[in-house]
């Protein structure tokens, strides 16, 4: 008989009508907290066995922990996954009058991609030449270029407040630059070095090798403190610029916001602490790649503006979206030095 039904018979004898009733599955009883559980066999209780203890408080103890000595030394571990792998690095952000900026003469010298061009003389310049040596054709050229010098020194003259304003006007906007807060990635030369393993992350930091972070004041304590286990980025520290070129790809209906505009936020990172003016040009205010990151972020707000935004990515060309980002992502990943 199924457990979980009866059958009923009819008393007229006749034919036996089965009429199912639902039996809801009981749960097995617990015995009695006071009473003492038995064996099957002999009878006789059974001791006592002490459950583990939950470690989730251990857990999240150490991730506090983590976290407090990244955010005392203002320094955080970052993964950035790219079409050769995922690695591990570290960013900081400064005031830019408290860095010096990655050395790119000798990544410039080795790519030719990168290298800048040599300017050489204009053609049909003569060397005996002197630069300050001037000209003059004929007597009315000699008069007007006399006018117009004496003209700039009357102006000259009459500029020296104004002149002064100016400079002062300079240094004001110098010192805001000074002041303003710059990324600053694990770097050398030019090359942003990513570490396959936590392991090899610490390793290089403990070993004292030369690279661009070592300027920082909280670095020789990051080098004595570290462990493996403290190289755990935050969701928001972790970047899959491997995704970026093939979800654009697929269409306006399959664009990741946060993707896309994360992977916009650490691109100009890398290209400001890497010294890449390409792909700060490519993602500069105004761009079409801007005006995609734009349109995202404004996108996956609600009421009026995410409905604005949506129209606006509709007309953003999905292919030269793809193009565009295919090249950065390039022109980073050919300035990573892999480390194992």
């Given at each position: 008989m199924c457990p979980e039904s009866l059958t009923g018979i009819s008393a007229g004898g006749g034919s036996p009508t089965h009429t199912e009733v639902t039996v809801a599955r009981q749960s097995p009883q617990r015995p009695d907290a006071d009473e003492p559980e038995l064996d099957d066999t002999t009878g006789t209780s059974e001791p006592d066995v002490a459950e583990p203890a939950d470690s989730a408080p251990d857990v999240a103890a150490a991730e506090t922990a983590n976290r407090a000595l990244w955010d005392e030394l203002r320094i955080a571990p970052v993964e950035i996954a790219l079409a050769a792998g995922t690695g591990f690095t570290l960013r900081a952000y400064r005031a830019a009058r408290e860095l010096t900026p990655t050395d790119v003469a000798e990544r410039d010298a080795d790519d030719p991609f990168l290298a800048r061009r040599q300017v050489g003389p204009a053609e049909g310049h003569d060397d005996d030449e002197e630069e300050g040596d001037v000209v003059i054709l004929d007597e009315d050229v000699a008069r007007e270029f006399a006018e117009s010098e004496d003209e700039e020194k009357q102006a000259q003259r009459g500029d020296d407040a104004t002149e002064d304003d100016k400079k002062d006007a300079d240094e004001v906007t110098a010192d805001e630059a000074g002041d303003e807060e710059v990324p600053v990635f694990l770097t050398h030369k030019g090359r942003l070095l990513l570490f396959k393993t936590p392991e090899s992350l610490v390793s290089f930091v403990r070993s004292?090798?030369?690279?661009?972070?070592?300027?920082?004041?909280?670095?020789?304590?990051?080098?004595?403190?570290?462990?493996?286990?403290?190289?755990?980025?935050?969701?928001?520290?972790?970047?899959?610029?491997?995704?970026?070129?093939?979800?654009?790809?697929?269409?306006?209906?399959?664009?990741?916001?946060?993707?896309?505009?994360?992977?916009?936020?650490?691109?100009?990172?890398?290209?400001?602490?890497?010294?890449?003016?390409?792909?700060?040009?490519?993602?500069?205010?105004?761009?079409?790649?801007?005006?995609?990151?734009?349109?995202?972020?404004?996108?996956?707000?609600?009421?009026?503006?995410g409905f604005m935004g949506r129209r606006r990515l509709k007309r953003i060309g999905a292919q030269t979206a793809s193009l565009g980002w295919r090249t950065i992502v390039g022109k980073i990943s050919a300035v990573v030095d892999w480390r194992d």
């Open positions: 004292g090798a030369p690279n661009d972070l070592s300027q920082l004041d909280s670095w020789d304590e990051l080098s004595e403190r570290v462990e493996p286990a403290d190289i755990a980025p935050l969701d928001d520290d972790v970047y899959e610029l491997d995704l970026v070129v093939e979800n654009l790809r697929g269409g306006h209906d399959t664009w990741d916001p946060t993707l896309l505009i994360e992977a916009g936020e650490v691109a100009r990172d890398l290209a400001y602490a890497l010294r890449l003016p390409a792909v700060l040009d490519m993602l500069s205010t105004g761009s079409s790649l801007d005006d995609l990151d734009e349109a995202l972020r404004a996108s996956v707000g609600g009421g009026i503006g």
